[in-house]
């Protein structure tokens, strides 16, 4: 399944539009920042209210939560899913905070799905000036296997070559990220449950592909959200100097996400159908 994260209601409108185009469910991720700034309850509102029109499934996730009452704020809430991340800390206490969250979280609300996150990718949608080496933070399939079997977690978020943001070299050339697969296979092979990739946007296609049929259930795509809402918001401030009707200047960004997140939708949904495990 795709996961896009939403910032404003062009987002959000541009996710749920390509998802209804290409009659496929989708997964709506708002970060702790996004949800601050749109608002946690207003967030459940709106889309409970897209939920209402025919279409195919919406889901709604807590992105990158770091804490036990950010988890259950987003629970008490009615989100879908919670990512409990806390992957910068050492991997003992990882195992021990996303445990916590997971008992608690399940007592309040059984149905919800809860991730965790080993391993570092990073943070932020952001343009990088480069690359740092993350080779050994990698995480192991020994390393998943523990931290699945301790945790209870519903979904693994794996560091296997992928990396929040995207590089400014890649902005003006055809470079792409990279994905180890094997590892991600090997890794699925032990785990054997659900299994997300965060920080796929700018991943090369084939990479994606091969993720998928690894055992990949979701891929994350932001900074490319982030990067069409605003190359055409400027365009449209450029090319309409006396316009001033927000829902006009931001018609070409709605169309730009809509366009991001359909592409990004096809790829998944054709890897879908490779997947091995």
Same mark, same amino acid.
């Given at each position: !399944?795709?996961?896009?994260?939403?910032?404003?209601?062009?987002?959000?409108?541009?996710?749920?539009?390509?998802?209804?185009?290409?009659?496929?469910?989708? #997964?709506?991720?708002?970060?702790?920042?996004?949800?601050?700034?749109?608002? @946690?309850?207003?967030?459940?509102?709106?889309?409970?209210?897209?939920?209402?029109?025919?279409?195919?499934?919406?889901?709604?996730?807590?992105?990158?939560?770091?804490?036990?009452?950010?988890?259950?704020?987003?629970?008490?809430?009615?989100?879908? /899913?919670?990512?409990?991340?806390?992957?910068?800390?050492?991997?003992?206490?990882? @195992?021990?905070?996303?445990?916590?969250?997971?008992?608690?979280?399940?007592?309040?609300?059984?149905?919800?799905?809860?991730?965790? +996150?080993?391993?570092? #990718?990073?943070?932020?949608?952001?343009?990088?000036?480069?690359?740092?080496?993350?080779?050994?933070?990698?995480?192991?399939?020994?390393?998943?296997?523990?931290?699945?079997? +301790?945790?209870? #977690?519903?979904?693994?978020?794996? $560091?296997?070559?992928?990396?929040?943001?995207?590089?400014?070299? !890649?902005?003006?050339?055809? $470079?792409?990220?990279?994905?180890?697969?094997?590892? #991600?296979?090997? @890794?699925?092979?032990?785990?054997?449950?659900? !299994?997300?990739?965060?920080?796929?946007?700018?991943?090369?296609?084939?990479?994606?592909?091969?993720?998928?049929?690894?055992? !990949?259930?979701?891929?994350?795509?932001?900074?490319?959200?982030?990067?069409? /809402?605003?190359?055409?918001?400027?365009?449209?401030?450029?090319?309409?100097?006396?316009?001033?009707?927000?829902?006009?200047?931001?018609?070409?960004?709605?169309?730009?996400?809509?366009?991001?997140?359909?592409?990004?939708?096809?790829?998944?949904?054709?890897? +879908?159908?490779?997947?091995?495990?």
């Amino acid at each position: !399944m795709g996961h896009f994260n939403a910032s404003d209601l062009v987002t959000l409108y541009g996710i749920v539009q390509a998802a209804r185009e290409r009659d496929v469910a989708v #997964i709506v991720g708002v970060s702790e920042a996004e949800r601050r700034f749109i608002g @946690i309850h207003e967030l459940v509102a709106l889309v409970s209210s897209l939920r209402e029109t025919k279409g195919p499934p919406i889901f709604l996730n807590a992105d990158h939560t770091h804490s036990l009452s950010g988890a259950l704020e987003a629970a008490k809430a009615g989100f879908d /899913w919670v990512v409990c991340d806390f992957s910068s800390l050492p991997f003992g206490q990882n @195992i021990l905070l996303t445990k916590a969250a997971v008992t608690a979280v399940k007592a309040l609300r059984p149905d919800i799905l809860v991730e965790g +996150e080993i391993g570092d #990718i990073g943070s932020g949608s952001a343009i990088h000036a480069s690359a740092p080496d993350r080779s050994g933070t990698l995480t192991t399939p020994e390393e998943a296997g523990q931290f699945v079997e +301790e945790t209870g #977690i519903d979904t693994l978020a794996p $560091a296997v070559g992928n990396m929040h943001g995207v590089l400014r070299s !890649m902005l003006c050339t055809q $470079a792409r990220k990279h994905l180890e697969v094997a590892r #991600i296979r090997a @890794i699925k092979q032990r785990v054997g449950i659900f !299994m997300t990739l965060h920080g796929g946007s700018d991943t090369d296609d084939g990479d994606l592909r091969e993720a998928i049929a690894a055992g !990949m259930t979701v891929v994350h795509i932001n900074t490319e959200v982030r990067l069409a /809402w605003r190359r055409a918001l400027e365009q449209a401030l450029a090319t309409q100097e006396d316009e001033i009707a927000p829902y006009r200047l931001l018609a070409p960004a709605l169309a730009a996400v809509r366009q991001v997140v359909a592409e990004r939708l096809a790829l998944f949904t054709e890897g +879908e159908s490779q997947r091995s495990i």
